[in-house]
């Protein structure tokens, strides 16, 4: 981490990076790396190396992952006061810049998925905008690292009240959204003329599910 947390900490808070990290989200990571675009950029430069591109599969999905991170981070709804500010925390404590941006960089290594990453950089940007503190963003971003991407639009029906308990969605999909706290479930007994003590369960999104669509999707 010594050297790779600066790097990531310069390519993060430079705001003219933002656009080279949108043409590589467009074009891809061979195409980018292959005109040297991406070279002046710090965390780049680190993961290539001496090498013209980076050629293990780790490797490519780390700048992926990083550069989806910092193009949703740059795109302009941080307020620039907010980032100076943490600009000047992490300056005056690199302890604290160790510790958060890597985690970051960790969470980062281990998405596959890009959605994760562009969650997870909505989620920093609400932590700089200080809509959310250190310990909530945690929280977020380890449910983010273990949640189903195909679960994310159940998630949403229940919080817009459009699927309301479990006889009309997936069940195993709402359970894995239960079991990680971002819906709440009561079970209820239903009568019908030709079935007796049926049961389903009744949904809705529990605030910690709130706190994750207000900041994860719609911020």
């Known amino acids: 981490m010594d050297k790779i947390v600066p790097a990531f900490e310069v390519s993060l808070l430079d705001p003219t990076l933002a656009e ?16 040297g675009v991406l070279k002046g ?13 980076a050629q293990n599969i ?10 989806k991170f910092i193009n949703l981070f740059n795109n302009g709804t941080v307020k620039p ?13 690199p302890k604290k810049a160790e510790e958060e941006l890597g985690r970051v960089i960790i969470l980062l290594n281990s998405n596959v998925d890009l959605k994760k990453s562009d969650i997870l950089g909505k989620f920093y940007k609400a932590y700089v905008n200080e809509d959310l503190n250190w310990e909530q963003f945690c929280e977020l971003s380890d449910v983010t ?9 159940l998630l949403l029906q229940i919080e817009h009240g459009e699927v309301k308990d479990t006889k009309h969605c997936i069940s195993y999909q709402a359970e894995r959204l239960n079991s990680l706290g971002l819906v709440d479930m009561v079970i209820q007994s239903l009568t019908f003329s030709t079935v007796q003590n049926e049961t389903s369960k ?4 529990s605030d910690l599910g709130k706190r994750f669509v207000k900041f994860g999707i719609d911020y």
Not at 145 to 153: E, G, K
């Open 20 to 35: 080279v990290c949108s043409d590589f989200v467009e074009a891809g990571i061979d195409s980018v790396l292959n005109d």
């Open 41 to 53: 950029i710090p965390i780049v430069c680190l993961v290539v190396g001496a090498g013209k591109t």
């Open 58 to 67: 780790h490797d490519r999905n780390l700048l992926r992952q990083t550069l």
């Open 81 to 93: 006061d907010k980032v100076e500010k943490y600009r000047k925390k992490l300056k005056d404590n």
């Open 145 to 153: 690292n273990r949640l189903f991407i195909s679960d994310m639009n």
């Open 202 to 205: 009744v949904m809705e999104t």
